[in-house]
């Protein structure tokens, strides 16, 4: 199965900073996901990242808050923008290769916004 | 729209015991359903999947079954070890909306020595 890498692990952040986060996959991968897991809740997933086009985000997520940037099928960046402390989470990304097969997920990125 | 539901929400047994997690949804029209293994400040770990045209998948002491047409799957985890202590959710992804998965509320299971 695909390695995924995620940076940063973790961070601390000002609110009304923005905070990218890195997605680093060791193979190829068509299909990519970005997931955010509020305290003591299950995972939303936010967006799927598309190659080549733009992402397509899901209900409550809008790309001026949460834009994402896929240049190539190995790597993608979340950025989370003008954070509040509405924005503590973490920020999980998840490849699915080939289709049908189990997702597998990054460490995630466990960010608070003071 | 497509809701996930995981009981119990939290479940605290002694090593070696049997247990079985369960987990619902209300849309049967699913392409896949997965459980997954999340410890406390990390990733998930994919534990099992069952495509929607089978009943069951097993994988060591894992057993997951699949009900689509009640909307229903449980996790049977045999002779329980403290390592297996840690929270587990299940997903499903519905045909037609490529690979989105909707996530269950998860069941945090403590085994105890």
């Known amino acids: 199965s695909a390695v995924i890498s995620q940076k940063p692990s973790r961070d601390i952040c000002q609110r009304g900073t923005s905070l990218t986060i890195q997605c680093q996959v060791d193979?190829?991968?068509?299909?990519m996901f970005w997931y955010r897991q509020q305290p003591g809740q299950s995972l939303t997933l936010i967006a799927t990242a598309n190659q080549g086009s733009e992402a397509t985000y899901e209900s409550g997520f809008v790309i001026d808050k949460f834009p994402i940037s896929r240049p190539n099928l190995t790597f993608s960046t979340l950025t989370v923008s003008n954070m509040s402390p509405e924005d503590s989470s973490i920020y999980l990304c998840?490849?699915?290769?080939?289709?049908?097969?189990?997702?597998?997920f990054g460490d995630g990125t466990r960010l608070s916004i003071l | 729209k497509q809701e996930v539901t995981q009981i119990p929400a939290a479940l605290s047994v002694p090593e070696g015991e049997n247990l079985v997690l369960n987990c619902s949804f209300t849309?049967?029209?699913?392409?896949?359903l997965q459980w997954f293994r999340q410890d406390p400040g990390k990733g998930l770990t994919s534990l099992l999947l069952?495509?929607?045209?089978?009943r069951e998948q097993t994988s060591g002491r894992l057993n997951a079954s699949l009900d689509k047409s009640s909307g229903r799957s449980t996790l049977y985890i045999a002779a329980s070890q403290p390592g297996d202590s840690a929270t587990y959710l299940c997903?499903?992804?519905?045909?037609?909306?490529?690979?989105?998965?909707?996530f269950g509320t998860g069941t945090r299971l403590q085994v105890t020595l």
């Open positions: 998840s490849v699915e290769e080939p289709r049908g097969e189990p997702q597998h």
């Open positions: 849309d049967s029209a699913i392409y896949n």
């Open positions: 193979s190829q991968v068509t299909m």
């Open positions: 997903a499903v992804s519905n045909t037609g909306t490529a690979s989105k998965l909707t």
């Open positions: 069952i495509q929607s045209s089978q």
